[in-house]
């Protein structure tokens, strides 16, 4: 299995995250999936929950910090 044509890319229209298998040209998809579940969930075992990590991309700075939100409780159905 070759993967050295493989991207991760993001598309601003349906705001999700896919990888894509790419040719000649870097920037065209010749096969493409949504995978944002999966690279989040892996951005967070990564980071690890309520951990902050500190990363450059070029000349700019950011952190990317990891908080466990509270489970949303599933309503009462009355069995009527």
């Not at 299995?1 to 998809?29: H, N, T, W």
């Not at 450059?56 to 009355?78: A, H, L």
Request: aromatic residues 10%; charged residues 30%; hydrophobic residues 40%.
């Amino acid at each position: 299995m070759i993967v050295d044509k493989i991207r991760v890319g993001y598309s601003p229209l349906s705001e999700q995250l896919f990888i894509y298998r790419y040719g000649k040209d870097r920037e065209v998809a010749l096969e493409k999936r949504e995978a944002t579940g999966e690279i989040m969930a892996v951005i967070i075992q990564y980071i690890g929950i309520n951990q902050i990590l500190p990363f450059s991309f070029g000349d700019d700075r950011y952190e990317i910090t990891v908080k466990q939100m509270k489970r949303r409780k599933k309503p009462k159905v009355d069995g009527a």
